[in-house]
């Protein structure tokens, strides 16, 4: 019988398609959303830059799934090293399995030789195959030539890390879902005085929220300096 991850222990909580702010790649989430519906293509495989936005996707399809009671798993490959090729064989019956972080995998011949089987078993059995990485299929050190191809057997896209505009946008939209007003002056201010990439910046963010809260205090940029330390 096929193993299934337990989904409140491997995926985030609030990594939905409706928390995900494309910027201007509003076409990347549209494709894996119908992968995950079963509307799109079967097998997509994701690149970019840390804090891009590609474990949030991966979580977001695979949550998708999970509520229409699909089965599904998700493997962060970077474990494959200490797991071996096992981890990668009896996953047949899973409707998606989402495959993070293959540019941490060691490229050993039992490994690829794994990871060519479950692409494989993947399409024949009708399921669904989404993969990400920090570099395009073809910069992987594969060297299987028939795992390469499987590689680029779906559609390939390419996420890029969102610009200032764009976090303080998606910034504002979560302060908005958890109930209060960010001002373009925290933005600004939070993009200046703390981590850069949009994992960290929400973290602080609930963090915000959670102590704004608790002290029946509005976020401002004084109460951001105070919670920073900076005061």
Avoid at 132 to 149: E, F, G, I, W, Y
Avoid at 159 to 168: E, I, M, N, P, Q
Avoid at 201 to 214: C, F, G, T, Y
Wanted: glycine share 10%; net charge neutral.
């Amino acid at each position: 019988m096929a193993r299934q991850l337990t989904l409140d222990v491997t995926l985030r909580d609030g990594t939905d398609f409706d928390t995900f702010h494309p910027g201007g790649q509003a076409l990347v989430p549209e494709a894996v959303r119908g992968l995950a519906r079963g509307t799109g293509e079967r097998q997509l495989y994701l690149f970019g830059d840390p804090g891009a936005g590609k474990t949030h996707l991966l979580h977001a399809a695979c949550h998708e799934v999970a509520e229409w009671g699909g089965r599904v798993a998700y493997l962060p490959m970077g474990i494959t090293a200490g797991a071996g090729p096992d981890l990668l064989e009896g996953w047949q019956g899973v409707d998606l399995i989402a495959l993070d972080d293959l540019d941490r995998m060691p490229w050993e011949p039992d490994l690829e030789q794994a990871l060519f089987n479950l692409i494989n078993s993947v399409r024949d059995t009708g399921g669904r195959l989404l993969m990400a990485s920090r570099t395009a299929p073809q910069s992987l050190p594969v060297a299987l030539p028939d795992l390469r191809s499987r590689l680029l057997w779906g559609a390939v896209f390419q996420l890029r890390v969102l610009g200032d505009a764009h976090k303080c946008e998606a910034l504002m939209a979560r302060a908005r879902r958890r109930g209060f007003d960010l001002s373009p002056e925290v933005c600004d201010y939070l993009l200046r005085h703390h981590r850069r990439d949009l994992p960290s910046l929400i973290a602080l963010l609930d963090q915000l929220d959670r102590e704004s809260l608790a002290t029946r205090r509005r976020v401002t940029v004084r109460f951001v300096k105070h919670i920073l330390g900076g005061v």
